[in-house]
């Protein structure tokens, strides 16, 4: 249980490098291995719970510890994807700009008369 949950510690460690370098590709492929990491670890919790999976102290020290800084690192990885959907948005904004400022905006269309009469 303690090599899983040290082997997600190292994949948001990764996320954090991806998302610093914009890699999105690589970056999903890195969240699929994620989903597999957290099906392995609620397995082994379900077993925990169950009393098939015993840990001694050190290992629920050393597992406490982990799962820390897997948090203090996750909540580090959120706050950089936000950052992303805003410089994102912020560009779409200034290539998008809203309709009214169009020339031939919906004002245009209004006072315009469509004819069909030949």
Do not use: C
């Amino acid at each position: 249980m303690l090599t899983l949950h040290k082997r997600l510690l190292e994949l948001a460690y990764e996320k954090e490098q991806l998302l610093i370098r914009n890699d999105m590709a690589a970056f999903s492929a890195l969240v699929k291995e994620e989903a597999k990491l957290v099906r392995q670890i609620s397995q082994k919790e379900t077993e925990r719970l169950q009393g098939t999976v015993v840990l001694d102290d050190e290992e629920k020290e050393e597992l406490r510890t982990v799962v820390f800084e897997l948090k203090r690192q996750n909540e580090l990885n959120a706050q950089l994807l936000e950052q992303s959907l805003r410089y994102i948005t912020w560009h779409l904004d200034m290539l998008m700009p809203e309709a009214d400022d169009f020339t031939y905006g919906q004002q245009a269309f209004e006072t315009r008369s469509f004819s069909r009469d030949v």
